[in-house]
C-alpha cells in the first residue's frame, strides 16, 4: 500500500490488467477523506490513547498534494484511525445486501496491537461471556470490550447505519463478538477465535461480523477454551 501513490494502481499495487492488488482497513476508512472531504480528525477517538489526527503537512511537503490526493492516512496509518471494520476484501466481504443488524465498524479490537496497547494473552484466557452456554462473570466478560473505553463497552455501527454503545462485544447478530471469528460456519458466537498473526482473516459465514483495525503485528491465533 502506498499512502502517496498518484493513481490506485500504485498505490494499490494493482496490474496493468487491474489483477492483484491490496489494500487495508485504514485505507477503506480514508476513502471517506479522499471522496466525501471528510476532515481526518473524525477518524480519531479521543480515548484512544496514542492515536493523532493524520496532518498531510506533517508527512509530505509537496504544496500541490492534498489531502484527495492520498490513499491512507499516512505511512503510520495504525497512529491516524482508532476504528475497526468488518473485513472488506474477499471471502464474505462486506455488502448492503446484508442483514441491517450486523455490526460493521466499531472501536478497536482489543485482540489486536495498537498504539494504546499491546495484546496481553493472559486476559483472552480469561475472558468468559456471561450468557449460557458460556456463564462467566461480569468481569470476565468485559475482558472482551475495547482498551479505549476502559472495557465498558465499545461504540458500534451497523448495517442500517444506526450507531450504539455496547456494553458487550457479543452484540451483533444472534450474540455474535464483533471482535473475534466464529467457530460455527452456519452463524456467529459469543467467544470465537482471536485474529490470526500473520493475515487478515475473514469471517466464518455471512452472519458473522468481523471488526479489525490495521495493526504493527497480529497475535498468535487463540482458540477459545
Known amino acids: ?19 492483484g492488488g491490496r489494500a487495508s482497513i485504514s485505507s477503506c476508512f480514508y476513502l471517506l477523506v479522499k471522496y466525501l472531504e471528510m476532515p481526518p480528525r473524525v477518524f480519531v477517538c479521543p480515548s484512544d490513547i496514542g492515536t493523532s489526527e493524520f496532518k498531510l503537512a506533517d508527512e509530505d511537503s509537496r504544496p500541490d498534494f492534498k489531502l484527495s490526493d492520498a490513499w491512507d492516512f499516512g505511512p503510520m496509518p495504525a497512529d491516524n484511525c482508532s476504528y475497526t471494520y468488518h473485513i472488506p476484501f474477499g471471502l464474505y466481504a462486506l455488502s448492503t445486501a446484508g442483514d441491517p443488524n450486523l455490526a460493521v465498524a466499531a472501536d478497536r479490537n482489543p485482540w489486536i496491537m495498537s498504539p494504546a496497547a499491546d495484546v496481553d494473552l493472559s486476559r483472552w484466557s480469561s475472558f ?6 458460556w ?3 461480569r468481569r470476565a466478560a ?21 450507531v450504539a454503545f455496547e456494553s458487550r462485544s457479543y452484540c451483533s447478530l444472534e450474540g455474535d463478538n464483533i471482535y473475534t471469528r466464529s467457530t460455527n460456519v452456519a452463524h456467529g458466537d459469543a467467544a470465537g477465535i482471536m485474529p490470526r498473526a ?3 482473516d475473514h469471517p466464518a459465514n455471512r452472519r458473522d461480523s468481523f471488526l479489525l483495525h490495521d495493526p504493527p503485528i497480529f497475535p498468535p491465533v487463540q482458540t477459545h477454551r
Open 1 to 19: 500500500m502506498v499512502w502517496a501513490a498518484f493513481d490506485r494502481y500504485t498505490a494499490y499495487g494493482i496490474s496493468a490488467t487491474g489483477e
Open 128 to 133: 468468559v461471556p456471561d450468557i449460557r452456554p
Open 135 to 137: 456463564n462467566g462473570d
Open 142 to 162: 468485559r475482558l472482551g470490550n475495547a482498551i479505549s473505553h476502559e472495557q465498558d463497552g465499545q461504540n458500534v455501527f451497523f448495517l442500517d447505519g444506526h
Open 198 to 200: 500473520n493475515a487478515l
